[in-house]
């Protein structure tokens, strides 16, 4: 990939972008920047987009005091609601929904946990169960015959990937715990994943629309983010799922494949020898590449990846100051870059794309504060929308400007609605 001062370039792609005899990779890459509102609170976010557009997400109510999933469809905003307790979220992944409109998510119940867990980390300590919700509908999923599940992504052929507990207490807790395994549902069924290294938990983060599927195993799933993980590939022939540990860039904590595509690349993070840190990773012919960090940053992590081997993350300096990228042909962009310099928004996080090149996350409003959830789409020469100068800008090769660091008490009020990229971002920063 080439940098000029006055352009942008991306990868090509099949979905009919360009024009005819000219690469994709030869024209200007613009957003527009679109703020998608909340469900009448302060706080809302897009975890993932499908190729149609749609985007899944969550968002606080008028109140601030529950979030609810959500979807965006077609300009409308929709409350999912939840399995009868206050609270439910969709969970970062793509295609999130998918192309069949299905959104992959976790609920809060009204029933108190028995061994004071609190799951789903909304801090209401009520059991948590995950659900696909499809027209309207909001369906539990049922669990390994334990309290507790999470679902992180449903795919086009409607398998569901997450993590569920069993029966049994998990001895390789200090406390209470039950045992949480990998799983995928299947026709609405659970099928228990195997884990590697002898490890007794784990968790499917994603899977593709061939058998393959990606996440984690360790150890006592609870003590979330110091437990040893190992990064993890599914490949399912006929009826039986195998597992392989990926390989990680040396350390051994926090190593996670959040996302695989279609071609059967993964995307995620490893820790770096000594557990000094994490990087973003791509796992790729049996290695990983280790993608580094944006310029003074500490960390990073990628998300999600498209089937066009595009893929978004955020890149965190020793702060924890969040740095939102998208990585395409070996280049790591800051996504802030792309707008506008009167723009009043500052992008946090990018937690998905789809093989339109949208990208979606969340951002602050730098006027009221509030954290709202985007979309990014392309616009301008080559393509149907027109760019809004308001919000996009032509070339990213320049830094974004530096903007105010995000307040402290925003940044609690979103670890209480995002807690888990929350706790990766504090932990290890070296």
Not at 236 to 246: C, D, E, K, V
Not at 333 to 343: E, K, Q, R, V
Request: proline letters at 7%.
């Amino acid at each position: 990939m080439h940098y000029r001062s006055d352009d942008v370039r991306c990868t090509s792609s099949s979905t009919g972008h360009g024009e005819p005899g000219k690469s994709v990779s030869q024209r200007h890459v613009r957003y527009n920047f679109t703020d998608l509102g909340t469900l009448g609170g302060t706080f809302s976010e897009a975890v993932g987009i499908n190729n149609k557009g749609w985007i899944a997400g969550s968002s606080t109510t008028p109140s601030d005091q529950v979030i609810h999933a959500a979807l965006w469809r077609n300009g409308k905003l929709l409350d999912l609601g939840t399995l009868g307790g206050p609270n439910s979220v969709a969970p970062e992944a793509d295609p999130q929904p998918n192309a069949r409109g299905e959104v992959a998510g976790n609920s809060d119940t009204i029933t108190p946990d028995p061994n004071g867990e609190d799951f789903c980390g909304f801090g209401t300590h009520l059991i948590c169960l995950p659900f696909v919700w499809n027209n309207g509908n909001m369906t539990a999923l049922p669990t390994l015959g334990g309290n507790n599940g999470q679902t992180w992504q449903v795919s086009n052929n409607g398998e569901v990937a997450g993590t569920a507990e069993t029966a049994a207490a998990d001895p390789s807790c200090n406390v209470l715990e039950l045992e949480t395994e990998p799983v995928i549902w299947e026709n609405g069924q659970p099928q228990q994943l195997p884990t590697v290294s002898g490890d007794l938990d784990g968790a499917a983060q994603d899977i593709n629309d061939h058998e393959q599927a990606v996440g984690l195993t360790g150890n006592c799933v609870a003590d979330f983010p110091n437990t040893i993980f190992h990064a993890v590939l599914w490949q399912r022939a006929g009826s039986t799922w195998t597992a392989t540990q990926l390989p990680s860039l040396g350390g051994t904590v926090l190593n996670v494949a959040f996302s695989i595509n279609d071609r059967g690349q993964i995307a995620g993070q490893t820790a770096l020898p000594g557990n000094t840190g994490f990087h973003a990773v791509i796992w790729e012919d049996g290695g990983v590449k280790d993608l580094g960090t944006l310029p003074g940053d500490a960390v990073s992590r990628i998300e999600t990846i498209n089937n066009h081997s595009e893929a978004v993350g955020t890149s965190f300096d020793a702060a924890g100051n969040m740095h939102p990228f998208v990585w395409r042909n070996g280049t790591m962009t800051n996504l802030n870059a792309f707008l506008s310099p009167n723009s009043l928004w500052l992008i946090l996080e990018a937690l998905g794309n789809n093989d339109r090149e949208q990208i979606v996350g969340f951002a602050m409003n730098n006027s009221t504060g509030e954290v709202h959830g985007y979309v990014l789409t392309p616009c301008g020469e080559n393509e149907s929308v027109s760019c809004d100068e308001s919000t996009s800008t032509l070339s990213a090769s320049v830094p974004p400007k530096p903007r105010a660091p995000m307040p402290v008490g925003l940044q609690r009020r979103m670890s209480r609605f995002h807690p888990l990229p929350f706790l990766l971002e504090q932990e290890n920063l070296p």
